[in-house]
């Protein structure tokens, strides 16, 4: 089979018609003993082949013997030496995530007791460089745990494609687990690296690298592919070198506070599940919206646009937690195993339910064409809405609208969710355009809250649209909350895959974007032209409308903590 999966259904297959041999031979057996007409080699042959297939079971189960059953809850349980190698280390991503990330969570008491941390990357840096680069956004803690977990990384500078450099690299990790006198070591391998490099980082580090006596854990960031066929190859390759319960595909999105609390929402308050389907709500509409441009970065961005950079990947996770039926556990494979069924409901994307735009400047704003890392006739979207529809008796009926862009009137990523209307209004001066909607503020300012109708205090009988409103910082101590990459680093020292995509999980999101992707590549879709801050395009508007969406404009959530 092409990954992994596939293996393991067949290795299943194969066990199922053995057990079925097995019952019949055993019948023929009685039958034959009767006529001595039975040799013992046929039932060792039998025994054997029935051995191996158990054998091949548990190891795609198992990871061939690599990850050896679940992890203690909190890392520092476990005895081992634990090496987290950042790989690309003099990068961006690497300065202000990852190490940050890292740091944080020694300064909170959850990282192993036996760790090091080692920084691998081209740049040839020294100690004292590498020290201050990695430490420059260190958020939280004491001046003595900044100094204590800076004695804990290292830096060994080598290529990405020559085995002497993972050669030092290995000879350094080596040494350090072996002052910990530990009882094994756990290596933890972070891809801080741009994805046209995974697949030879991956081949020298599984070949090199990889512990005899711990785990082994490797984590890569987005993006995988840039369609289907392309996240296909890229699986392929990626299972033969490592098992996929060893890999670690981070969304950071999915460690976010409020996706967290989209389960909780849905799966421990009782009120919203009988509400939770088409017969009651109209239409779900998932917003990002960011308030600045490429700021320069246009280059790396005209090779993806809006909807290969956030659409495809952190939208559809927040899609599915929406969506998904309830799982039967919280179990990471229980989760993942809803999301996928959600995901296979979902019919691909089309062009008429789509909708591409492009900013212009504005004022001092420049338009992204004016970025000088931007070919001059880029058609690449920095702004797209797409209808999803889902097949399947909760949703059929109901779209689900994911609209995602740059250089809007705010920052803001929320997921709305308008019930339908009242089918008889006994107010009958009421506006019609009012709708209950359901929101959770991803963020900024985190909140859920509840649009609703209520009587104005006082003698007349006016109503005003207000809410019902849990605002995080109103009601919780939100003091030093983790950084999303925080919480999956750990959970990665957990081997809790409960935030990370899984391989059909990835391609089915593959499958419903990839003709729509590759039509607007080919130039089969307008490209909308907006003003830099501008809220939607007309174009926009009219999909909604289309969808069912009804815009109230008298209303505008207001956090409460403000002064207005």
């Not at 034959?32 to 040799?39: D, G, S, V």
């Not at 548990?58 to 050896?68: Q, V, Y």
């Not at 909807?307 to 179990?331: G, W």
Request: include cysteine; charge should be neutral; aromatic fraction near 10%.
């Amino acid at each position: 089979g092409i990954n992994a999966e596939y293996g393991l259904l067949e290795v299943e297959r194969k066990l199922q018609k053995q057990k079925e041999k097995t019952s019949s031979f055993s019948f023929v057996f009685l039958l034959l003993l009767c006529t001595q007409a039975i040799t013992m080699s046929s039932l060792e042959e039998l025994k054997k082949e029935n051995e191996e297939l158990k054998q091949e079971l548990a190891r795609l189960k198992g990871g061939g013997g690599r990850e050896k059953g679940p992890e203690p809850e909190n890392p520092q349980d476990d005895n081992r030496a634990v090496t987290i190698v950042v790989l690309g280390a003099s990068g961006d991503l690497a300065k202000k995530k990852t190490f940050p990330c890292i740091y944080s969570l020694y300064a909170r008491g959850l990282l192993p007791k036996k760790v090091t941390v080692i920084g691998y990357a081209r740049s040839q840096l020294s100690h004292e460089d590498y020290i201050k680069q990695i430490s420059s956004n260190f958020k939280i803690g004491t001046a003595e745990q900044k100094k204590e977990f800076l004695n804990l990384c290292h830096y060994v500078s080598g290529p990405y494609d020559k085995d002497e450099g993972y050669n030092s690299l290995l000879e350094f990790a080596e040494k350090k687990e072996k002052e910990h006198s530990s009882e094994g070591a756990n290596r933890m391998f972070y891809m801080a690296i741009p994805p046209n490099i995974f697949v030879d980082v991956t081949t020298h580090l599984s070949r090199q690298l990889e512990s005899k006596t711990g785990w082994n854990r490797f984590v890569i960031e987005k993006p995988f592919g840039h369609d289907l066929e392309s996240s296909k190859i890229l699986g392929r390759q990626l299972s033969s070198l490592v098992n996929e319960d060893q890999l670690y595909r981070i969304d950071h999105y999915l460690g976010k506070e409020m996706v967290q609390a989209l389960l909780n929402l849905r799966f421990a308050n009782s009120v919203f599940e009988p509400l939770w389907s088409s017969h009651h709500i109209s239409n779900v509409l998932i917003t990002f919206k960011e308030d600045f441009g490429t700021q320069g970065r246009g280059g790396y961005f005209d090779q993806f646009g809006i909807i290969r950079d956030v659409m495809q990947n952190h939208m559809m996770q927040i899609f599915a937690l929406v969506a998904m039926e309830p799982p039967v556990t919280l179990n990471a494979e229980d989760i993942r195993d809803e999301k996928v069924k959600l995901l296979r409901s979902v019919q691909p994307a089309t062009l008429e339910d789509t909708t591409i735009g492009q900013y212009t400047g504005k004022g001092n704003e420049p338009g992204y064409l004016d970025d000088k890392t931007v070919p001059k006739d880029s058609k690449t979207p920095t702004y797209a809405t797409t209808l999803f529809h889902i097949k399947n008796k909760r949703w059929n009926g109901c779209p689900f609208i994911l609209k995602a862009g740059k250089a809007l009137n705010e920052k803001k990523i929320e997921v709305r969710i308008q019930f339908k209307a009242s089918p008889f209004n006994l107010y009958q001066d009421l506006d019609p355009t009012i709708r209950n909607e359901l929101v959770l503020r991803v963020g900024p300012e985190e909140a859920i809250y509840l649009k609703m109708v209520t009587k104005k205090p006082g003698l007349t009988n006016e109503y005003e649209v207000s809410e019902l409103d849990l605002t995080y910082k109103n009601r919780f101590e939100l003091k030093n909350i983790p950084d999303a990459y925080e919480r999956l680093i750990l959970d990665v020292l957990r081997g809790d895959h409960n935030l990370f995509v899984r391989n059909d999980e990835l391609l089915e999101a593959w499958r419903i974007f990839t003709p729509l992707l590759h039509a607007i590549d080919k130039g089969a879709l307008d490209v909308e032209k907006y003003e830099f801050g501008a809220r939607s395009t007309p174009k926009t508007d009219e999909l909604l409308k289309k969808a069912g969406f009804v815009r109230h404009s008298g209303y505008t959530w207001k956090d409460p903590s403000k002064k207005q």
